[in-house]
């Protein structure tokens, strides 16, 4: 008969499970993802999902390993990863909901003074061709002349330039802000609730390594 308490033992390898059925989850998405995406992602986000992915199996597996060993060393070990990946997830899904409630209370005023920085403008011209818009709140936002990536060749999304401005002779009528926005608060609210549901069942497996440690102990007369 094992030191740790079947029932325990269950429990524990559901929560830890987890961590490994998304982690091969993550990894065939990477694998499958088309090659643009990577590009769009740059090397270093890329290579992020990468490691965070390899990293949620590689947990699950120590989890699991120890857990059929039932090593103290080892579930000690599980038990402060498990502790350090719970802070870690609260803070990522407090930055996130912190990034979400930004994006609703930023108004115009707040944005337009960002165009005067050259990165943006450049970002914001990739932006305006692939999403089919024209300037940050508004077309205005480029000043008196509106760069060719706001030539609008779709009429059911167009309006004229305004005469006294330099620029494509139609013009995308949408602006960029409340389409990205649109986009980004459904992800940060579910990138939320993945890193705060992470942080729980971390939470739960804490709990779980620290009680089978204790039930180990108990086994070997207090040793360990």
């Known amino acids: 008969m094992g030191k740790i308490n079947g029932c325990l033992?269950?429990?524990f390898f559901l929560l830890n499970a987890v961590f490994g059925i998304f982690?091969?989850?993550m990894i065939i998405g990477l694998v499958k993802a088309p090659p643009q995406l990577s590009r769009q992602m740059g090397p270093g986000s890329w290579a992020g999902m990468w490691v965070f992915s390899v990293g949620m199996l590689l947990v699950s597996i120590l989890g699991q390993t120890a857990e059929r060993t039932e090593k103290t060393a080892l579930l000690k070990g599980f038990a402060g990863l498990m502790g350090a990946i719970m802070i870690i997830m609260m803070?990522?899904?407090?930055v996130m909901a912190s990034y979400r409630n930004q994006l609703k209370n930023i108004t115009?005023?707040?944005?337009?003074?960002?165009?005067?920085?050259?990165?943006?403008?450049?970002?914001l011209v990739n932006v305006?061709?692939?999403?089919?818009?024209?300037?940050?709140?508004?077309?205005?936002?480029?000043?008196?002349?509106?760069?060719?990536?706001?030539?609008?060749l779709e009429d059911n999304v167009c309006t004229d330039r305004p005469g006294h401005l330099e620029g494509p002779a139609k013009i995308y009528s949408r602006p960029?802000?409340?389409?990205?926005?649109d986009l980004l608060v459904p992800a940060l609210t579910v990138s939320m609730g993945v890193f705060f549901g992470f942080a729980v069942t971390a939470h739960?497996?804490?709990g779980a390594s620290l009680l089978m440690?204790?039930?180990?102990?108990?086994?070997?007369?207090?040793?360990?």
């Open 204 to 206: 739960f497996c804490l």
């Open 9 to 11: 033992k269950c429990v």
């Open 176 to 181: 960029c802000f409340p389409i990205v926005s």
């Open 128 to 152: 305006q061709g692939q999403f089919q818009c024209c300037g940050i709140m508004s077309y205005e936002d480029w000043g008196n002349r509106i760069p060719l990536s706001c030539e609008c």
């Open 91 to 94: 803070i990522l899904g407090i």
């Open 108 to 123: 115009p005023d707040s944005m337009r003074p960002m165009m005067a920085d050259d990165k943006v403008q450049e970002v």
């Open 23 to 25: 982690g091969v989850s």
């Open 213 to 224: 440690i204790g039930q180990v102990r108990h086994h070997d007369g207090g040793r360990g």
